[in-house]
């Protein structure tokens, strides 16, 4: 028989199938016994009755692969609403090792530390494999909303000759004898790529040696980056990025929606029109001083719980940021030119998205770099392209697992990410 898996037993009904998982867990009651067997899809209940089998499962641990046959039977009580009866179990391997915590109880309770360190088998628990599920699904949101857009994804270098791109720290390393350092983000690359297909996106990793020890920043994170070429302003690039939330959130409750149920949340709506205010505006809401240059967690915090009040929205755009706080290839505001045409889309309180609209004329690129006081030679690669004809572009960068947490009401991004690395974290 071919294998079922725990979803599709209720098609099942009063036939005889094989099924085949890890033991989640054994109850063993005077008469009767229940095999919980998990699978990808879910759990499977097996009553044991007779004694020869029970035997059988008495000897089995927690962990262990099994395949197991038996005739299906509806019972509503149970966890898929049905259960397996007069079965056979098998053993597909040894006895496993039992994990340090228990991964049938309904949440964790070891730990955040005691759970990374042994994240291949806490990574097994349904709450944080739920969370990587909607991090799949987000993500083939983002590629299916910006694919029907007619954007090209693209894949572009982690390893790179010199650091210039954000002003963040990098991690050096050794490329042949030569210096080189890991990709701070795509930024470069993606802008150029413009001057190839106009559209592009990428979903790939970016690495920040900023020595942070928070629960929102990582060493290493995926960002889901775009852009796109002919735009008039900032705004285009604001109006595509709500599309593209839009999209991420309707293929997470598609693909993900058991996820979320585990979970016990819901992806909230995006509005028709994301509520926007500019940065000048965003200080006196949240109360922070008119000479303030960036905005705080604290002033982010209360942003969030402004547009949640008046406006009905988890979303929120703050535009207009100074332009002394954003990356020399920022667009300024030709009307405001202290101001950037970038922005900041926050997402209940804590920003999720960067971007804008960009530099396109080379001259601008040789001023922007010279009134920085910053040498145009360790940018010639980049600057060089614009001398041949860019159009107006912009772009933005999502963090995913930022994104996710968001979403799920994780406390710390590394719940919500299999195998993290942090200013603490190499392994496993």
Request: proline fraction near 9%; charged fraction near 20%; hydrophobic fraction near 45%.
């Amino acid at each position: 028989m071919p294998r079922v898996l725990s979803r599709q037993l209720s098609a099942h009904v009063d036939a005889p199938v094989r099924i085949a998982g890890w033991v989640h867990r054994r109850r063993l009651l005077k008469s009767v016994a229940f095999l919980i067997v998990r699978d990808s899809a879910g759990l499977t209940q097996v009553v044991v009755t007779d004694p020869a089998v029970r035997a059988e499962v008495e000897a089995l641990t927690e962990e262990t692969v099994v395949e197991v046959s038996g005739t299906v039977v509806a019972n509503p009580t149970a966890p898929a609403g049905v259960e397996l009866t007069e079965p056979t179990v098998r053993p597909l391997g040894p006895p496993a090792v039992p994990p340090p915590f228990d991964l049938y109880r309904p949440a964790l309770t070891a730990s955040l530390p005691t759970q990374l360190d042994h994240a291949p088998v806490a990574l097994r628990h349904p709450t944080r494999s739920a969370a990587l599920r909607v991090s799949a699904a987000a993500v083939a949101g983002f590629r299916a909303t910006l694919d029907a857009r007619d954007f090209v994804e693209i894949h572009t270098p982690k390893v790179v000759g010199s650091s210039t791109e954000s002003g963040a720290n990098v991690f050096a390393l050794d490329w042949f004898g030569r210096p080189a350092y890991l990709a701070q983000s795509p930024q470069f690359y993606k802008q150029l790529m413009v001057g190839v297909f106009e559209r592009v996106y990428e979903v790939g990793p970016v690495f920040r040696a900023e020595p942070h020890d928070t629960v929102r920043h990582l060493a290493q994170y995926t960002s889901l980056d775009a852009e796109l070429g002919f735009v008039a302003d900032h705004r285009d690039v604001m109006a595509v990025l709500r599309h593209t939330v839009a999209g991420m959130l309707d293929a997470v409750r598609e693909r993900a929606g058991a996820a979320l149920a585990t979970l016990g949340v819901s992806a909230p709506d995006v509005p028709a029109e994301i509520p926007a205010v500019h940065f000048t505006e965003a200080l006196r809401i949240a109360g922070a001083p008119a000479d303030e240059p960036d905005l705080a967690p604290a002033h982010e915090r209360a942003l969030g719980e402004w547009a949640r009040r008046e406006h009905g929205s988890e979303f929120l755009f703050v535009t207009g940021y100074p332009m002394a706080k954003r990356p020399f290839y920022t667009h300024p505001d030709p009307a405001r030119p202290a101001y950037s045409n970038g922005f900041d889309l926050l997402f209940r309180g804590l920003e999720l998205v960067t971007g804008g609209q960009r530099l396109h004329r080379h001259a601008d690129y040789l001023a922007a770099l010279a009134a920085r006081g910053e040498p145009v030679e360790p940018y010639a690669g980049y600057v060089d392209a614009f001398r041949h004809g860019m159009p107006p572009h912009g772009g933005f960068a999502i963090g995913l697992e930022r994104f996710v947490a968001r979403l799920t009401g994780a406390a710390n991004v590394r719940e919500v990410t299999a195998f993290p690395r942090d200013l603490h974290r190499l392994t496993p």
